[in-house]
């Protein structure tokens, strides 16, 4: 018999959502199994069985938080087999609630990080009108932040246990039920103790507040620290992309046959592989007052999904073709937008790559990914008349940027870098060579 715990899916991941529960009570588990769909800070990912049993019980319920290492199943050699912590008592005493044993140890873990008036409200209370409703902490907490009337609300849980869904529907159709009764209760007071509200201030923006995903919580968390703590840099440099567009046309007319198509931006992935190759010293991270030099070359491909931004990671990409940088890119877009990357598929980067030039941005300044050490933005193809040979002509041209942690690449080294990736897409045989 062993636990299950919440795992670490990602480097910046503190704790995690149940999604959905793949497995049931009682099914047989095969080594590689999906286990169980658990929503991280950046993308839901499916979590796999490492041993072979059943599935003798779920700690955690959908939709509840829980911190990382929190125990949130227990996996047995037999369907029949009672959990440690439950007890295998008399056979005529009732089995013990385990959604309820469940909802104790979240209490526990709620109280010993809230404030006095958490701890308090999670206490079991005596309930006014019949017993108190089963909830887990997340749903109580999301009850009182959004001014609902738990009570009010039908679980959809195990033995109708309020759950953060139910919480989040009945705040998405308006809280009939909470409405009516404070109408009724304000109602039922004599006409002097009515309280009497002002109206809200208009300030004419008609707004409305959106529910905030864990993705765009921890984006929002991750890109202040990175503002915050690490000291950025900027290095400017505009290229000729004459013979990038030429190359391309020529490399995409040899892989016809294969149905891979090269874009520009696996192009400057390629190149910047390259590129620091030539330059290790780029290819680094500060980590808690350590420098550390990378030997694998992985670049991480910024990807925007609805909930916000995830950069996936292309392992080794100075080893990778052309080609087999086009597949994979797609391929880990295409997972990042079904939210179903594997955690080894968005960690491990060394450096990374923002393109908004499908969007027509000119150019734009990246916030580094820490703890890489840079991060390279790239515009959109302009033609811009330039100077060539005493002549004005007409020349494709692509805006880069490169956002440094001058903690770990001085300014030099990094101008140095962003000088040869230029010359190398400018030249663009080196990508290959």
């Known amino acids: 018999m062993s636990e299950i715990q919440m795992p670490r899916l990602s480097d910046t991941m503190e704790e995690g959502v149940i999604s959905t529960w793949v497995k049931n009570v009682g099914d047989k588990v095969t080594s590689g199994d999906v ?21 003798v019980k779920q700690t955690v319920s959908e939709g509840e938080t829980v911190p990382i290492g929190a125990v949130i199943g227990v996996i047995a050699d037999s369907p029949d087999a009672v959990p440690e912590d ?29 404030s006095e008036a958490e701890r308090t409200s999670a ?11 089963r909830t887990s902490p997340l749903a109580r907490r999301l009850a009182r932040e959004y001014g609902l009337d738990i009570t009010k609300i039908k679980g959809s849980g195990p033995k109708g246990r309020i759950v953060r869904a139910d919480i989040e529907a009945a705040r998405e159709r308006g809280t009939e039920e909470t ?11 004599p006409s002097a103790e009515r309280a009497v509200s002002a109206p809200a201030f208009d300030d004419g923006r008609d707004s409305e507040e959106l529910q905030v995903s864990n993705v765009r919580k921890v984006i929002a968390r991750r890109l202040t620290e990175s503002k915050q703590t690490v000291p950025h840099f900027y290095l400017r440099r505009t290229i000729d992309a004459e013979a990038l567009r030429a190359f391309r046309s020529q490399i995409n007319g040899q892989l016809e046959s294969t149905g891979v198509k090269v874009s520009f931006n696996d192009l400057i992935v390629k190149a910047s592989a390259t ?20 030997h694998r070359i992985n670049v991480g491909v910024a990807v925007a999904v609805e909930s916000g931004l995830v950069v996936p990671v292309l392992h ?32 491990g980067g060394t450096f990374s790559v923002s393109n908004l030039g499908m969007f027509g941005v000119d150019s734009f300044s990246a916030v580094i990914n820490p703890p890489e050490a840079a991060i390279l933005a790239v515009g959109a193809m302009r033609q811009e008349p330039v100077v060539v040979d005493g002549e004005v002509v007409v020349r494709n041209r ?5 956002s440094v942690d001058h903690r770990a690449v001085d300014g030099a080294v990094g101008a140095a870098f962003l000088k040869d990736l230029a010359e190398i897409l400018e030249e663009p045989m080196r990508i290959i060579l």
Do not use: F
């Open 398 to 402: 692509i805006a880069l940027e490169l």
């Open 123 to 133: 206490a079991p209370e005596p309930a006014e009108d019949g017993p108190r409703p």
């Open 35 to 55: 286990l169980v769909e658990i929503e991280t800070d950046k993308a839901v990912m499916e979590y796999e069985a490492y041993e072979d049993g059943y599935l």
């Open 316 to 347: 080794d990409t100075d080893k990778a073709t052309l080609s087999e940088i086009s597949t994979r890119t797609r391929d880990l877009a295409g997972k990042a937008r079904d939210g179903k990357l594997k955690p080894q598929e968005m960690s």
């Open 179 to 189: 409405e009516h009764a404070v109408e009724a209760k304000e109602e039922a007071k």
């Open 275 to 294: 590129a620091l190759k030539l330059h290790p010293a780029v290819n680094t991270s500060w980590v808690d007052g350590r420098l550390l030099r990378h």
């Open 86 to 114: 439950s007890g295998a008592g008399d056979a005529d005493e009732p089995e013990p609630d385990k959604e309820e044993q469940a909802e104790k140890a979240e209490e526990i873990t709620e109280a010993a990080e809230g």
